[in-house]
C-alpha cells in the first residue's frame, strides 16, 4: 500500500492520497472513448435529404453531458485524493505573568534623568513601564504602585491599551504628606499576593524604587521570603542618581533591592538616567523569554465540495444522456 503524504494543491489545501488523481485521467479517457466509439447502425433516410434542416438544440449541446461526466470525474478524483486543509491549534499560551511594581514616592520628581535635568524620575519610569509593558505580547502584566501604601492599580491583563491607560495616570504623591513613603516590603508582599494564583510558567515582578525602604510594616526580607516561597523572581531597579546633597547627589547602595533579587533568582539594575533605564527592560526583556512550541495543526478534511459537486455533475450528466438527449447506445 502506498503511503499517504502531504502535497501542496491549493492555497492553504493539501492532498494527502495525490497518487489518486491518476484515476482522473484513466476516468476521463472512459468516457472520451464512450463518446467516440463506434455505434451499432441503424436504417434510416440518406443524410442529403436533411441537409436544409437547421440543427436543434439538442444537436448543439449534446456535447454537454460528457462535459459534465469528464467534470465529474476530475471531482471525484480530487475527492479521493483526500484534500486538506491544516489549521493551526490554538495553544494555551505559556507566557509569563509579570507584576511592573513602581515607587511613587515624593523623591520620583526629581529631574536627573537627563543631562537637562527636565526630565523626573517618574515621567521616565512610567513612559519605559508602558514600553515594556506593550511589548510583552504573550504576557499577561499587572501594575502596583506604591509609596507609604502598596495598591493594585491593575490586575493582571493581557489587555494593553487598559494597562497602558493605568500607566499613563501614574502620578507621585504629595512630597512630605502622610502618604508619601517607601513601602518596599509591603508592595513586594502586595505584587506576590497577585501573582499567587497564577498559573504560567514563570511569575515575575519589576519593582522599581529610587530609595531604601522607610515603612516596617512588611520587611523587605519578609517580602522577599514570601517571593522565593511564591516561585516569584523579582527584578530591582534602583533608579536616579542617589539623593540630593548640596549641588549634587548623595549616592545610595540599594541593599534592600540588591538582597531581594539575590534571594529570589532576580537581577538588580542601577539605571543612572531614561536612556540607561530603557537599557535595563531591555534586557528584562531578553531574560524573561519564553520558549515557544512548535506549531500545531488540525487536518480538516476538505473532500465535501468536489464529492459533491462531482456526484451532482456525474448524475445531471446520466440523466440529460438518457432522458434528454437519447442517446442510441
Avoid at 499560551?93 to 523626573?120: A, F, H, N, P, R
Avoid at 513612559?127 to 502584566?141: G, K, L, N, P, S
Avoid at 499567587?196 to 530609595?211: N, P, Y
Avoid at 512550541?293 to 459537486?309: A, H, K, N, S
Amino acid at each position: 500500500m502506498i503511503a499517504a503524504f502531504d502535497v501542496p494543491f491549493l492555497d492553504g489545501i493539501s492532498l494527502l492520497d495525490p497518487w489518486l488523481l491518476l484515476v482522473i485521467p484513466l476516468a476521463v479517457v472512459a468516457v472520451v472513448w464512450r463518446a467516440v466509439r463506434p455505434r451499432a447502425a441503424l436504417p434510416t433516410a440518406a443524410a442529403s435529404l436533411f441537409a436544409g434542416v437547421g440543427h436543434s438544440w439538442r444537436q448543439r449541446t449534446a456535447w454537454l453531458p460528457q462535459a459534465a461526466l469528464c467534470t465529474a470525474v476530475v471531482c471525484l478524483g480530487v475527492a479521493l485524493a483526500r484534500p486538506v486543509e491544516r489549521d493551526v491549534v490554538p495553544l494555551r499560551e505559556q507566557g509569563i505573568d509579570i507584576v511592573i511594581t513602581v515607587d511613587t514616592s515624593g523623591s520620583m520628581q526629581i529631574t536627573d534623568m537627563e543631562s537637562t535635568q527636565t526630565l523626573q524620575r517618574m515621567d521616565a519610569a512610567r513612559q519605559r513601564a508602558m514600553e515594556f509593558a506593550a511589548a510583552r505580547t504573550h504576557d499577561r502584566v499587572g501594575f502596583v504602585a506604591f509609596a507609604r501604601y502598596a495598591e493594585l492599580r491593575c490586575p493582571l491583563t493581557l489587555d494593553e491599551q487598559a494597562l497602558g491607560a493605568f500607566l499613563a495616570s501614574l502620578e507621585m504623591v504629595q512630597s512630605g504628606s502622610e502618604l508619601d513613603g517607601t513601602a518596599i516590603g509591603t508592595a513586594l508582599a502586595k505584587s506576590v499576593q497577585v501573582l499567587q494564583k497564577s498559573e504560567a510558567k514563570s511569575k515575575v515582578v519589576v519593582l522599581l524604587t529610587d530609595g531604601e525602604n522607610t515603612v516596617h510594616d512588611i520587611l523587605p526580607e519578609e517580602g522577599a521570603k514570601l517571593a522565593k516561597d511564591a516561585g516569584v523572581r523579582v527584578h530591582t531597579i534602583g533608579l536616579g542618581n542617589g539623593l540630593p546633597h548640596g549641588n549634587g547627589y548623595a549616592a545610595q547602595d540599594f541593599k534592600d533591592l540588591r538582597m531581594i533579587a539575590s534571594t529570589t533568582g532576580g537581577q538588580f539594575f542601577q539605571p543612572r538616567s531614561d536612556i540607561g533605564l530603557a537599557e535595563v527592560y531591555a534586557r528584562i526583556d531578553e531574560l524573561e523569554k519564553v520558549e515557544l512550541q512548535d506549531p500545531r495543526y488540525r487536518t480538516v478534511d476538505r473532500f465535501e465540495w468536489p464529492l459533491g459537486l462531482g456526484l451532482v455533475l456525474l448524475l445531471l450528466g446520466l440523466v440529460a444522456d438518457i432522458a434528454v438527449f437519447r442517446r442510441v447506445p
